[in-house]
Nanobody, 116 residues
Framework: QVQLVESGGGLVQPGGSLKLSCTAAGFTFSMYVMTWYRQAPGLARELVAGISNTGGSTNYTDSVKGRFTISRDNAKNTVYLQMNSLKPEDTAMYYC?????????WGQGTQVTVSS
C-alpha cells in the first residue's frame, strides 16, 4: 500500500524554525523525485521545493530561497524540509509529492502556522 506521511508541522513564532518530514512506503522511494508543496486558505497550491531522486539536485521557489532546505535520506525513505526564519506568509498546509514518470503520490499534509 502506497503511503506518504508528513509530520513536523505546528505553531511557531515569526523568525522560528520547523523541520518537516515525509516518510514513504509501498514504492521504490529512491527512484522518485520528491517535492514539497503548500496551500494557504483561498490560494492555489504552490511548489515550494524539489529534490532529485539521488539528492544531487534541488530547486526552490524564490520566496523561500535561503530560508528553506530540502533533503532526503533514501535509506530511511524520507524527505525533509528544514524551514528557518519563518514568516507569517509561510502559513499553509504543507504536502509532499512523489513523482516518477506518470506515477504521482501525495501525502495528507501537515499544517504550519507562523504567528505571534
Amino acid at each position: 500500500q502506497v503511503q506518504l506521511v508528513e509530520s513536523g508541522g505546528g505553531l511557531v513564532q515569526p523568525g522560528g524554525s520547523l523541520k518537516l518530514s515525509c516518510t514513504a512506503a509501498g514504492f521504490t522511494f529512491s527512484m522518485y523525485v520528491m517535492t514539497w508543496y503548500r496551500q494557504a486558505p483561498g490560494l492555489a497550491r504552490e511548489l515550494v521545493a524539489g529534490i532529485s531522486n539521488t539528492g544531487g539536485s534541488t530547486n526552490y521557489t524564490d520566496s523561500v530561497k535561503g530560508r528553506f532546505t530540502i533533503s532526503r535520506d533514501n535509506a530511511k525513505n524520507t524527505v525533509y524540509l528544514q524551514m528557518n526564519s519563518l514568516k507569517p506568509e509561510d502559513t499553509a498546509m504543507y504536502y509532499c509529492k512523489a513523482t516518477y514518470g506518470p506515477s504521482r503520490y501525495w501525502g495528507q499534509g501537515t499544517q504550519v502556522t507562523v504567528s505571534s
